[in-house]
């Protein structure tokens, strides 16, 4: 039963919209009669009238017509003349005066006229025909019918004129076939009158797709057929019938209902009319029809719709099995159309389960499409990401990575030991790192700073490692901070210069003196040579601080005295302050030991003294070392200035790499102690308020280990035949450490050059117990020497002599703390020592 409510309501439905139709049209008519009426009573004499149609360029035109040839040039232009009526005058009326009269009266009703138009819709003409016999038509057009058309012979003012409408009613006409192209129309006609004389009948052609609008294309059921009968038995409109023919001579022809044959075409008509709406069973069998229909009295038409009644129940059983076929394979799109008998139910139930699962598998389909464009833009990012990426599961294997990370992993075998261990922590606490380890790889060595956090995929729990490669960083790092020490350097060369000037003075000066030893008196040439040998050791330990603070890379943690290193220090440090700056040291009596890299502590203090230096300003100032036993024991180191301080957002970045608020610095100094006071077991710290100064302070673990401080020997016996082999291109050198040495007591064969060196080493019967060289050197290096000498002589021990920084013996493939080493200057028993030692 729910289909023929259904049916019911679309039916009523459709009928009472034409009904609103039709009154709107009736109104709009109406409308139209009171403007002609209107119009028409205008008080116009013959002489205004004439001069009001010139002034329009109304003028007889040579298809016998009194009309406006403007008008015509414009419409053949593509001009639509909007709000113009085409007036339909004969030529020889326009010398009657009633007739001008009534034309100028109603020329400007156009705009009114064009405006109810395009209010109404799609209509095909509205025209008024006058009692005089002219017509005025809208829109504007060319002449469509010849001068001497009987408009009062027109079927619309033969309705509506008084004889056939007393009532002085609207009237309609049949459906007619338009001759504008429009199709099957009708027209509501209204007679005009003012007073009680009759001017004249107002029509509208009105298409009659627009006026029964989707009544007939819309059907809600299968099978369903919807068509308009006027109570005369015609059929007024059918889907797929003609129901108005123009036949010869212009007669129109019309359908009856009982053209559609069997049950339908003897509906009785009068009687579903007179029951307003109605529902009916008609026909038997296969035939058989189920009607609904409702009247339409403002038309007196009846609206029609029927559907078969067995046939369709047949037809529905076999959709239903062909749907669900089409579910079996998984099409959800087909439908079984509704009905109200049994199979409806089960029709019903059917779409809304094939809706459902259709509306899902859509949505899972969207679902899908959806993550696989997020995969998709996920992946982009990942590959795109300039931080490299590597995804590991939990038995630390590499399960997927970016492009970034390609160079990272080419060529590596099994994840390095930090990283192993990151992935552990990884995964068992979430997170883990950062963590800086090296990497070597097909590619090479690098540096790289890896941070790593737990997932958890579709494929189990995982370990995502971010990592950032610092090799390049590491190496202009490196670059920048050997260029701060070269500028330092630079900066310290003329005070060297003047200490050691000094220093050659005196020694010049003694042994001068010492060759002309007649004219000395007693004790002075012990003192004499006294002087020589402290001026000596004094050059050799500004050389040493020199070089400590130029060495990189080579680190050598020992047992260091801190009050020692900072009185050394200081001496060096005043080159780079003004003379107007007063610089104190103040050294506790309890300082303890502390182990460190002699020339990394150098370089600390020279750091934080130039630093504290630039903070100073133009003139004077103060620079406070001080350094003091801790409660806890440990060594602590402040550098304080009196200058000008840092605010709280410098203080926070001041030790990071490259930050700098100078002009010309690097952002390293702070950095670069930084790292070095925490690589050796220490915390540094900066405290500084604006206008009050910055202290910077270091602290480092104290050492049990005691300091080696080697015991002077002046001679070594030597015991038993010892040969040793000197090699050194310094002419200087080479025979002050022969000298040295064979004052020990040894057999000494000095040679200037490595070449003449290895011809008596090569010899396997001449005796030697001992290779002294040294690094540097023309033609075979020191290293290379020693390698030579041992292949012709197994186990052959070696000293190495060197004046050069770690870093330059390394060049020459020579570690500094791994072989015997000697640096230059040496002492005589530093010598012995080292003899000793080495055999």
């Not at 008008?71 to 009326?93: P, T």
């Not at 009534?102 to 009692?131: F, N, Q, S």
Request: net charge negative; with cysteine; aromatic share 6%.
């Amino acid at each position: 039963m729910r289909e023929l409510e259904a049916l019911r309501r679309y039916v009523r439905h459709h009928a009472r919209l034409i009904a609103a139709r039709v009154t709107r049209l009736h109104d709009a008519m109406h409308t139209l009669a009171t403007l002609v009426e209107h119009a028409l009573g205008a008080d116009l004499d013959p002489e205004r009238a004439r001069a009001t149609l010139d002034e329009r360029g109304f003028t007889a035109t040579d298809d016998g017509f009194f009309e406006r040839p403007a008008l015509l040039e414009r419409l053949a232009g593509g001009d639509a003349c909007q709000g113009a009526l085409r007036f339909y005058v004969r030529r020889e009326a326009s010398d009657a005066f009633e007739i001008l009269r009534r034309v100028a009266a109603l020329e400007p009703l156009g705009d009114a006229v064009g405006a109810l138009k395009e209010r109404l819709g799609d209509l095909a003409w509205i025209y008024y025909i006058d009692r005089t016999g002219f017509a005025a038509t809208y829109p504007y057009h060319v002449p469509i019918v010849p001068a001497d058309f009987a408009w009062r012979d027109y079927l619309t003012y033969r309705l509506a004129a008084p004889a056939a409408n007393p009532a002085r009613a609207i009237v309609w006409t049949p459906p007619n076939v338009d001759y504008g192209g429009k199709g099957v129309t009708l027209a509501p006609c209204i007679p005009v009158f003012r007073g009680e004389r009759f001017e004249g009948v107002f029509a509208i052609d009105v298409p009659m797709s627009l006026l029964v609008g989707d009544a007939l294309r819309d059907p809600i059921t299968e099978g369903q057929v919807s068509f308009i009968v006027d109570r005369a038995g015609y059929l007024v409109a059918h889907p797929t019938i003609e129901v108005a023919l123009r036949g010869e001579h212009g007669a129109i022809a019309r359908e009856p209902l009982m053209s559609l044959g069997g049950a339908l075409g003897a509906l009785d008509v009068a009687a579903l009319y007179a029951a307003g709406e109605a529902v009916m069973e008609v026909g038997e069998g296969e035939a058989g029809q189920r009607v609904v229909s409702a009247a339409i009295p403002e038309m007196g038409w009846l609206l029609v719709s029927s559907f078969p009644l067995r046939s369709l129940q047949a037809r529905r059983a076999e959709a239903v099995r062909v749907a669900l076929e089409a579910m079996k394979h998984g099409d959800m799109s087909v439908r079984v159309g509704a009905s109200s008998d049994a199979l409806g139910e089960i029709a019903h139930a059917f779409n809304e389960t094939a809706a459902a699962l259709a509306a899902n598998t859509a949505a899972r389909e969207r679902a899908m499409a959806e993550l696989e464009r997020s995969r998709q833009e996920v992946r982009a990012l990942f590959d795109a990401s300039p931080t490299a990426m590597a995804l590991f599961d939990d038995a630390g294997r590499l399960v997927d990575h970016n492009r970034a990370c390609a160079p990272l992993l080419d060529g590596m075998r099994a994840p390095p030991p930090a990283l192993a261990t990151l992935l552990v922590h990884a995964h068992r606490d979430g997170h883990a790192g950062p963590v800086e380890y090296e990497v070597s790889s097909d590619a090479g060595t690098h540096f790289v700073c890896t941070t790593a956090r737990r997932i958890t995929r579709h494929d189990g729990v995982h370990v995502l490692c971010a990592s950032e490669d610092l090799t390049e960083r590491r190496a202009f790092e490196a670059r920048l901070i050997e260029a701060q020490k070269l500028r330092v350097i630079g900066r310290l060369a003329a005070g060297i210069a003047h200490d050691f000037n000094n220093l050659l003075t005196a020694i010049g000066t003694s042994a001068h003196l010492l060759r002309q030893g007649e004219v000395l008196e007693d004790g002075e040439p012990d003192e004499l040579l006294g002087t020589i040998i402290d001026a000596t050791d004094r050059a050799g330990a500004l050389t040493s601080q020199l070089l400590s603070f130029a060495r990189r890379d080579v680190v050598d943690r020992r047992v260091v005295d801190l009050g020692e290193v900072l009185r050394e220090s200081l001496r060096l440090v005043r080159r780079v302050v003004s003379s107007d700056v007063q610089l104190s040291l103040e050294i506790a009596a309890d300082l303890p030991h502390v182990e460190i890299d002699r020339g990394q502590l150098a370089q600390i203090v020279l750091n934080l003294v130039v630093n504290a230096r630039d903070a100073l300003p133009v003139r004077g100032g103060h620079i406070a070392i001080v350094a003091q036993r801790t409660e806890d024991g440990a060594a602590k180191l402040t550098v304080s200035d009196s200058g000008r301080g840092m605010d709280a957002a410098t203080l926070a970045r001041a030790t990071e790499p490259f930050f700098t608020t100078k002009a010309t610095g690097t952002g390293l100094g702070l950095s670069t102690v930084k790292d070095i006071v925490e690589a050796a077991g220490g915390a540094f710290t900066l405290s500084s308020v604006p206008g009050d100064g910055t202290r910077a302070s270091l602290t480092l673990p104290a050492t049990r280990a005691k300091k080696t401080v080697r015991t002077a020997r002046p001679r070594v016996s030597a015991e038993g035949r010892v040969v040793i082999a000197l090699v050194d291109d310094d002419d200087l050198v080479r025979n002050a450490t022969e000298r040295g040495l064979r004052h020990l007591g040894y057999e000494v064969r000095a040679f200037g050059t490595s070449e003449d060196a290895l011809r008596l080493l090569e010899d396997r019967e001449a005796p030697v117990s001992l290779l002294l060289t040294d690094v540097v050197m023309p033609g075979l290096n020191g290293r290379e020497l020693a390698d030579a000498a041992r292949r012709a002589r197994p186990g052959l021990p070696v000293i190495f002599l060197s004046g050069y920084t770690d870093d330059a013996i390394l060049q020459h493939g020579i570690e500094a703390r791994t072989v015997n080493l000697l640096r230059k200057p040496f002492r005589p028993e530093s010598l012995a020592e080292a003899v000793r030692a080495a055999l």
